[in-house]
């Protein structure tokens, strides 16, 4: 008989319980002492620390390489493709916005209970004081991009690597196809680099969550509780928003439905979008679409339109924030959106761990969301990431089908 294999994510799940019992028992059993959890401590902000190494450049080679392809694709395709990027990005604000808005009101009907937990240093998003709305405009165009970078300043470095991506766009052939893969290329070396770190990631998270249990006791497992339940609740509204989409379409609901049943299916199963390209083909033929426009829209769609991704990521960043008692303001959240639209360009074929950290990462940054909470979420992202998934090929199926209408390739009633 072979010997049974236990994955990853089964094996993290593990150590955020593990690591939260600990905790708890330690706390039970001699109350506020976290001597043993300070002496831990240095493990866990040291997988922390690796985690941090890899966004700027992670985030920044996947920003460039993806806007230059989108680019390149939008220049090259006609009206059509003009259309469709136009109907994508603005779907994604909308997503966006409607996020923070579900967010704030699922919040305001269970309200979130900070966790207590005491900060090395104070979050970017919570200082005090009305925001200075021209100075934040100005702080978007990084005079030093290196700087930028070295600051992790995420909002600035993000705006870079997208006017970047739009200039290598406009390069020769030769040199465009050059740079592209060299960024592309260096992305995946930094992924390289993510999956070891993940490898130890059941280490720094034991460690990390036996801190938090031990500091505050049974609320950090009820925090952890909350912040899935929430997060789960606010993509099944982004489910039901991607859904809209599709009957905005001027697709018949039963249609509709019946045709996004498959791909919903595979989604659910494999967590990947990509995976269920195939399924979104049939689907959309099924919906009487022509097979052309389906063959260049639809790819397209499923590489740069990830509207679950975006809804949930915003979310995400402010119920992590409520937990560590931050309050981001409104210019925070408006940066948060934009990067959320931003970063949605280059994070085609990540799986969920690593999305959590490329698309989630910077929002939180944004937001002076603590990468502790990016930690909590990593364990307990798989119920959510199946809902995100089964949102993102949901709207796929939707937006093509609002393009087809849009660009004068009227669905059949």
Request: aromatic content about 6%.
């Amino acid at each position: 008989m072979r010997p049974l294999s236990i994955s990853r994510t089964v094996w993290i799940v593990i150590a955020l319980l593990g690591g939260l019992a600990a905790g708890i028992a330690l706390r039970l059993g001699f109350g506020a002492d976290t001597t043993l959890a300070a002496l831990l401590k240095p493990i866990g902000e040291l997988w922390l620390n690796g985690l941090r190494m890899t966004l700027v450049p992670l985030v920044f080679c996947l920003m460039t390489s993806g806007v230059a392809g989108l680019a390149d694709t939008a220049t090259g395709g006609g009206r059509l493709v003009g259309i469709a990027v136009t109907v994508f990005v603005v779907l994604l604000v909308v997503a966006s916005i409607a996020g923070m808005l579900s967010a704030k009101a699922l919040m305001l009907l269970w309200p979130v209970h900070p966790l207590g937990l005491a900060l090395a240093a104070p979050a970017a998003g919570a200082a005090a004081g009305p925001p200075n709305y021209v100075a934040m405009l100005m702080g978007l165009i990084p005079v030093n991009p290196v700087a930028a970078a070295a600051e992790s300043a995420m909002a600035p470095l993000i705006v870079f690597a997208a006017i970047f991506g739009l200039a290598i766009s406009r390069l020769p052939s030769t040199s465009r196809s050059l740079l592209v893969n060299f960024f592309s290329a260096s992305a995946d070396a930094m992924l390289v680099i993510v999956a070891w770190v993940l490898r130890v990631a059941p280490i720094g998270i034991f460690v990390l969550s036996f801190e938090a249990a031990a500091s505050v006791g049974v609320g950090a497992a009820l925090g952890v509780f909350q912040y899935v339940i929430l997060l789960s609740a606010v993509v099944t509204v982004g489910l039901l928003c991607a859904t809209l989409i599709g009957l905005l379409s001027g697709v018949p609901p039963a249609r509709f439905f019946r045709a996004a049943l498959a791909p919903q299916a595979l989604a659910a199963s494999t967590q990947s979008s990509m995976a269920c390209l195939p399924a979104l083909v049939e689907a959309a033929e099924s919906l009487k679409l022509p097979r052309a426009f389906v063959g260049s829209i639809m790819p397209l769609a499923v590489t740069t339109f990830r509207f679950g991704n975006v809804f949930g990521g915003i979310a995400a960043g402010l119920i992590g924030a409520s937990l560590y008692g931050v309050h981001p303001g409104a210019g925070a959240i408006g940066l948060a959106v934009l990067i959320g639209v931003l970063t949605n360009i280059g994070v085609i074929g990540l799986p969920g761990q690593a999305v959590v950290l490329a698309a989630y990462g910077p929002i939180f940054t944004a937001l002076g969301t603590p990468i502790e909470a990016l930690m909590l979420l990593i364990p307990v992202f798989a119920l959510p990431d199946i809902l995100v998934t089964v949102c993102n090929v949901t709207g796929h199926l939707g937006a093509t089908a609002l393009v087809a209408r849009l660009a004068g390739r009227e669905v059949p009633a």
